[in-house]
């Protein structure tokens, strides 16, 4: 099953090392961010789980519940934990799935349908499972990012989209390239001028009839 936007995102019920979830009821009325590792005790994943743990109280203030999933038992995730506090300086503090069988990484089109959870594998063996899902309270994705195993993620990246994502959820409004939060942004060309005059009274910029440049709604 391949996955886009708009898309729902499959439900599960799995154990992680926070106990036992069902994920959209864990997800609630939050956003959330899924996102995947291909192996416990691999150095990249190392630093990217001690960095969201730093930024997780930034997403909380956005409504925003973060997990991760690995491809190995949680009984070893609970040991890669204490590796991460000790070098990344952060604790994980939000939930890791365990996902040995590969049930979830194939749920969410991360790897070979045919791939076999058969244990040892490697990292390379999961090697697409580098994925970010973005979901939103109606439970449907609203954003994906993958990466290669030698690249680590921009988890800055990460919250600066899901401020335009939540933006533009509630305002029509699209965010220009490199977009920060405050920052001027664009009415989208299915707004009319004349509702555009409603929706914006203090007017706008317009270098092209189609760019039409706003301050951020509120």
């Known amino acids: 099953m391949s996955l886009r936007i708009g898309d729902d995102a499959p439900d599960f019920t799995t154990e992680t090392t926070e106990g036992r979830i069902n994920f959209h009821e864990w997800i609630g009325d939050s956003w959330a961010i899924l996102f995947s590792h291909p192996k416990d005790f691999t150095p990249v994943c190392t630093t990217e789980l001690g960095y969201m743990a730093k930024l997780k109280p930034e997403f909380e203030k956005r ?16 040991a890669w934990l204490s590796d991460i506090a000790e070098t990344q300086g952060h604790a994980v503090n939000y939930p890791l799935i365990g996902d040995p069988d590969l049930v979830i990484a194939k ?19 999961n090697a697409t499972i580098r994925s970010v899902f973005m979901i939103g309270p109606d439970k449907k994705i609203k954003a994906t990012l993958t990466y290669p195993m030698s690249t680590g993620r921009n988890f800055d990246e990460v919250l600066r989209l899901l401020d335009s994502c939540q933006l533009t959820a509630t305002h029509k409004v699209a965010t220009p390239v490199n977009w920060k939060q405050g920052e ?14 409603e929706r914006f009274p203090d007017g706008w910029k317009a270098p092209k009839p189609y760019l039409r440049i706003v301050p951020q709604p509120k």
Not at 69 to 75: A, E, H, R, Y
Not at 184 to 197: G, H, L, T, Y
């Open 63 to 78: 409504n925003c519940k973060t997990i991760g999933l690995s491809i190995d038992p949680v009984s070893d995730h609970n």
């Open 107 to 125: 749920l969410y089109d991360m790897i070979h349908p045919n791939a076999s959870g058969s244990q040892p594998r490697t990292a390379v063996d």
């Open 184 to 197: 001027d942004v664009i009415i989208v060309p299915a707004v009319s001028n004349d509702e555009a005059k």
